[in-house]
């Protein structure tokens, strides 16, 4: 059974930074393609960022690109969303979601297979 999780939210003010985790059990977390979504109230959830199963490439939606970064820890199974410069329109749900495959294509959240309960971030003006 595969469970992924997430932590790390929170409430921060404009200008912050929160670092979120997700831990993925029952796949082989270094096969894996993983990604960060969000969903904002009123919202259509939207593509954060991914990365591919080594690290080796990842994708960042334009409006975190130069404030977000993506890694991962394939020897304790986790995943990391640095976040700087945190702005309001940043308040959203945050969803870690992993993949079958090594590659995450477009980053598109249909090619996710497993997703997490998701993590809040808040950031206040």
């Known amino acids: 059974q595969v469970q992924v999780v997430e932590s790390g939210g929170g409430l921060v003010q404009a200008g912050g930074s929160l670092r979120l985790s997700c831990t993925a059990s029952g796949l082989t977390f270094g096969d894996s393609a993983m990604g960060w979504f969000r969903q904002a109230p009123g919202k259509e959830r939207e593509r954060v960022a991914c990365?591919?199963?080594?690290?080796?490439?990842?994708y960042y939606t334009d409006s975190v690109k130069g404030r977000f970064t993506v890694s991962r820890d394939n020897a304790k199974n986790t995943l990391y969303l640095q976040m700087d410069s945190l702005k309001p329109e940043d308040t959203a749900m945050y969803y870690c979601?992993?993949?079958?495959?090594?590659?995450?294509?477009?980053?598109?959240?249909?090619?996710?297979?497993?997703w997490g309960q998701g993590t809040q971030v808040t950031v206040s003006t």
């Open positions: 990365i591919t199963y080594n690290g080796g490439l990842f």
């Open positions: 979601a992993a993949t079958l495959e090594r590659y995450y294509g477009y980053c598109s959240d249909k090619s996710y297979n497993y």
